[in-house]
Nanobody
Framework: QVQLVESGGGLVQAGDSLRLSCAASGRTFTTYAMAWFRQAPGKEREFVTAIRWSGGSSVYADSVKGRFTISRDYAKNTVTLQMNSLKPEDTAVYYC???????????????WGQGTQVTVSS
């Protein structure tokens, strides 16, 4: 099956930038749309962004629109989340996910990474 491993999380201050990476493996990786979700303590998992398998288009949650950018590198089998102008409310565990676009939009994925912690201080 598809394996997803996130990295790049850490502690930053408000206004800083951070880049998360998701390393993927599996022969069907490029056939899946990819997405990032996040979950803050005491809250439900939240959709952040998704990108088509072709990498031609993407969609973002209103809370991160204009600040976050998702991209994928087929040669390296990675998906990246560039996060700029970080806010304390962005603090959460960020998860990489793979699946079909309709499912990802609904919050459902076929595969999940283990998550990486992002903490933004004031």
């Amino acid at each position: 099956q598809v394996q997803l491993v996130e990295s790049g999380g850490g502690l930053v201050q408000a206004g800083d930038s951070l880049r998360l990476s998701c390393a993927a493996s599996g022969r069907t990786f490029t056939t899946y749309a990819m997405a990032w979700f996040r979950q803050a303590p005491g809250k439900e998992r939240e959709f952040v962004t998704a990108i088509r398998w072709s990498g031609g288009s993407s969609v973002y949650a209103d809370s991160v629109k204009g600040r976050f950018t998702i991209s994928r590198d087929y040669a390296k089998n990675t998906v990246t989340l560039q996060m700029n102008s970080l806010k304390p409310e962005d603090t959460a565990v960020y998860y990489c996910a793979a699946g079909l676009i309709p499912g990802l939009v609904r919050g459902t994925a076929d595969y999940w990474g283990q998550g990486t912690q992002v903490t933004v201080s004031s």
